[in-house]
């Protein structure tokens, strides 16, 4: 699976010859798409896709693909991305014609800003029916704005001279644009597709070049059409020589690395963890940095850093950030308040990953350890025991506090499987994480949508991203692993997602998959508290805007999510303590399924003041040391 061999839909010359211009296009573009890695194709049905449809079941019920049909565009977008995100393949997207098309912006925004290669194929009226008031119409051509690495439109499919070699061609530049070494991301084939769309009669003569035989039955062997071999490497720079770049003596001792997001299967949390640990800094981790399992791990980074007179004692000379960082406003601080700030971007130079707009320089791979920055051993020890500290008031508070989403972020992530995935979603819950998370010696997989940080799609993408991290390892995940030696390549043990009730509402149409089609072990687990809870704690949450906050704000549905569930055939379970959920989260094993736990927490206005009360049990512990 994800190569063709000599069993490929274009079977011969002649075959594809006697069907008409339609199906023959949408068989060969499919064929093409599986040669350049496609493992899996979403589709979302309609009548104009029909063709491409029709070629992409085929191709999956000859074993050549996994198929995926979800009834909202919106959700089958962000299923895509999950599945990219997981397998690190290019993942194919089939749409109708209309809005349908605009349905997919969100996950292609998603993709974009998060490096994914999603591959859109939207179909599209012919020329003559554009423009003229024509049924399901819209503009397509470049919907998708400078979001996408490369957009295509396609000739209306007609049988002449050389059309095979154009329809191949065209998709295989597409997915070496989508998997480029330095910049991978969506791109867009906007297919225009004329009727008789199935069967129907083909021209009476069709006549094909020697070359273009060749065209329709394919490179031999399985071959793309065209091989991309253009390699790109990304040589570390030794700390030192940037250092020397920037006439720095002498040289900054106390330092800290913050990993934020990451691709999968790259080396940079490794990287990130080996300059800390060498160096003697501490790191901090963003949850889907998934760099938790060094030594000079601060677990309660965000907490820390939000206390004004720990971040006054403890302000780094100098600070790498590896990444998309950014999600606590402390570690916001931190950063800003070091004298040097070095940004490791991996993308190409476009818009540096640096909000703060504070790095002096940005490189593109993690900078190798330098003995001369080692800082002195009270440096990371003061951080190393504020994060215990802060471990001990953290869980005291909790004791006794009533049930919140703070307490099931913690029972997720005790309960997460070491060859799992956990899926954190946008808002509280990746926050909560991020903050209250304890150390882990074995941690899981995380991933969030942290490219845009939506909280639209998490429950379509969890679902692509277990089913993705779950599935025995395709001729793409082995190559990939020959060349890097990183990343996931074997099959993954259960997936787990912590979502709002607001997130799980907004995609709920994700868990609409056809009964035939096999079940991720993945189980969602909502922190409800029936409402935006994150609200309370920014400007919005003032008394003085407390007239309009619910309606506007705090928006509380009254709805029980797990009916929703159930509606959709996925079993739920409701619970109101957190000994109950670590219950449940403790029989969640492979071959489970997929399931739901609704957390009924206590209301947002008492969640708002545990936080309050988390922060000065922590500034109080430190202060009580000293």
Not at 224 to 236: E, F, G, H, K, M
Not at 244 to 262: E, H, I, M, N
Request: glycine fraction near 10%; include cysteine; aromatic fraction near 4%.
């Amino acid at each position: 699976m994800g190569g063709r061999d000599g069993a490929t839909i274009a079977e011969t010359a002649g075959r594809l010859a006697r069907v008409n211009p339609a199906e023959a296009a949408a068989a060969l573009i499919i064929d093409e798409a599986l040669r350049g890695g496609v493992v899996d194709i979403v589709v979302a049905p309609g009548q104009r896709s029909a063709p491409l449809a029709v070629a992409a079941a085929t191709a999956a019920a000859d074993g050549a693909c996994h198929l995926h049909v979800r009834v909202d565009e919106r959700s089958a977008g962000y299923l895509a991305v999950g599945l990219a995100r997981a397998t690190g393949a290019p993942v194919a997207v089939i749409c109708t014609s209309g809005t349908a098309v605009t349905n997919l912006l969100p996950a292609v925004a998603e993709a974009d800003a998060s490096d994914l290669p999603l591959v859109l194929l939207t179909a599209d009226r012919p020329a003559e029916l554009l423009g003229v008031g024509a049924n399901q119409t819209i503009d397509q051509t470049g919907v998708f704005g400078s979001r996408v690495r490369m957009a295509v439109g396609l000739e209306a499919p007609q049988w002449r001279d050389g059309v095979a070699r154009y329809w191949r061609s065209a998709v295989c530049q597409a997915i070496n644009a989508a998997t480029d070494a330095v910049a991978p991301g969506p791109v867009h084939l906007n297919v225009a597709l004329r009727e008789p769309l199935l069967g129907g009669d083909t021209a009476a003569d069709v006549t094909q070049d020697d070359a273009d035989q060749v065209g329709l039955t394919g490179r031999p062997a399985g071959l793309p059409w065209t091989v991309d071999a253009r390699l790109v490497s990304v040589a570390s720079l030794s700390l030192d020589s940037l250092l020397d770049q920037l006439d720095l003596r002498p040289r900054p001792l106390r330092g800290v690395v913050v990993v934020g997001d990451l691709p999968a299967g790259e080396p940079y949390p490794s990287e990130a963890t080996l300059l800390a640990e060498t160096l003697n800094w501490p790191l901090l981790c963003e949850p889907s940095g998934n760099a938790h399992d060094g030594g000079t791990v601060v677990s309660h980074g965000p907490v820390l850093c939000a206390i004004g007179a720990f971040l006054e004692q403890h302000r780094p000379e100098l600070v790498v950030t590896v990444g998309r960082v950014g999600l606590s406003r402390g570690v916001n601080a931190l950063i800003a308040s070091a004298d040097l700030h070095i940004a490791v971007d991996p993308r190409p130079a476009r818009t540096p990953l640096d909000p703060q707009r504070t790095a002096a320089v940005v490189v593109a791979a993690v900078p190798a350890p330098a003995d001369s920055c080692r800082a002195p051993d009270d440096w990371t020890e003061a951080w190393l025991r504020a994060d215990d500290l802060a471990e001990e008031a953290i869980a005291e508070v909790l004791a006794d506090a009533p049930f919140s989403g703070v307490a099931v972020a913690r029972a997720v992530w005790a309960a997460a499987d070491l060859t799992g995935l956990l899926l954190a979603a946008a808002s509280w819950p990746v926050r909560f994480l991020d903050s209250y998370a304890p150390v882990r010696v074995d941690v899981p997989w995380v991933v969030g949508n942290r490219g845009v940080s939506g909280i639209d799609g998490l429950v379509s993408t969890a679902w692509g991203a277990a089913a993705g991290h779950q599935r025995a390892p395709s001729p793409w995940d082995e190559a990939m692993a020959a060349l890097s030696e990183t990343g996931p390549t074997q099959i993954g043990g259960p997936g787990l997602a912590l979502l709002g009730d607001l997130a799980t509402l907004h995609d709920v149409n994700g868990l609409l998959a056809p009964e035939v089609e096999p079940r991720p072990d993945l189980t969602y687990v909502v922190i409800d508290n029936d409402g935006g809870g994150i609200f309370s704690s920014v400007a919005a949450g003032q008394h003085a805007y407390s007239q309009h906050f619910e309606r506007v704000f705090g928006t509380p549905t009254g709805r029980d999510i797990g009916a929703y569930a159930e509606a959709a055939g996925v079993t739920a379970l409701r619970v109101g303590a957190v000994d109950e959920l670590a219950a449940v989260l403790g029989q969640a094993t492979t071959g489970a399924g997929v399931q739901m736990v609704v957390c009924r927490v206590a209301e947002r206005t008492a969640e708002k003041a545990l936080l309050e009360r988390l922060r000065e049990a922590v500034a109080a512990r430190l202060g009580a040391t000293g």
